[in-house]
């Protein structure tokens, strides 16, 4: 299976800083259809997982513009240009090219 | 509005049984693919099984391989996980998501699994 390596594990970021988590994955993620099905999921302490990116840049409807996914390949990056208070989670990418999915470690955001 | 809500979870004794479910409403269930996905206390997400939209197809990991059976009822909108022969390492926050191209792009709430004597 995939093996979906996330760096850091924890993040303390200043309110309004910019904050950026690393994920790598042990193969291409491109699918032989041409799309890179790579996600970013946020879970705040004591709810669901909620997804904000897919197909590695593209947003979900609601999420924050300072929220932006990039990358190719098997190299690929979240980022968050202005920290606020409300982005204290764990932040997951996932893989859904390959069966069976799988999920990086997981990055524990907190306020410095 | 799409929604997925899980029941079933508890207190179980190791070597004990259980059967969640996952209630689907507010899309054509019968399309997707579905997934179960397990968080231990302060861990990660990890995918446990998944199974094609006409139940034929059906993927465990490893870890759980044998133990547990995954099903779905398309007439009712209904995921399950049947677990049995739980161990210590099964506790758990049982999640089930929709998959959508690649994706799991909506999740229920989850039901806690705790397996202690």
């Known amino acids: 299976e995939v093996v979906m390596t996330q760096s850091p594990l924890s993040l303390p970021v200043t309110l309004g800083q910019p904050a950026s988590i690393s994920c790598r994955s042990s193969?291409?993620?491109?699918?032989?259809?041409?799309?890179?099905?790579l996600n970013w999921f946020q879970q705040r302490p004591g709810q669901s997982p909620r997804r904000l990116i897919y197909?590695?840049?593209k947003r979900d409807s609601g999420v924050p513009d300072r929220f932006s996914g990039s990358g190719s390949g098997t190299d690929f990056t979240l980022k968050i240009s202005r920290v606020e208070a409300e982005d204290v989670a764990a932040y997951y990418c996932?893989?859904?090219?390959?069966?069976?999915?799988?999920f990086g470690q997981g990055t524990k955001l907190e306020i410095k | 509005e799409v929604q997925l809500v899980e029941s079933g979870g508890g207190l179980v004794q190791p070597g004990g049984s259980l059967r969640l479910s996952c209630a689907a409403s507010?899309?054509?269930?019968?399309?997707?693919?579905m997934h179960w996905v397990r968080q231990a206390p302060g861990k990660g997400l990890v995918s446990v099984s998944h199974?094609?939209?006409?139940?034929?197809?059906?993927i465990y990991a490893d870890s759980v391989k044998g133990r547990f059976t995954i099903s779905r009822d398309n007439a009712k909108n209904a995921l399950y996980l049947q677990i049995d022969s739980l161990a210590a390492e099964d506790t758990a926050v049982y999640f089930c998501?929709?998959?959508?191209?690649?994706?799991?792009?909506?999740w229920g709430q989850g039901t806690l699994v705790t397996v202690s004597s």
């Open positions: 197909e590695v840049s």
């Open positions: 507010g899309f054509t269930f019968s399309s997707h693919y």
């Open positions: 193969q291409s993620l491109v699918h032989s259809g041409g799309n890179t099905y």
């Open positions: 996932m893989q859904g090219t390959h069966w069976p999915y799988t």
């Open positions: 199974i094609s939209p006409n139940g034929g197809t059906t």
């Open positions: 998501a929709r998959d959508f191209s690649g994706s799991l792009d909506h």
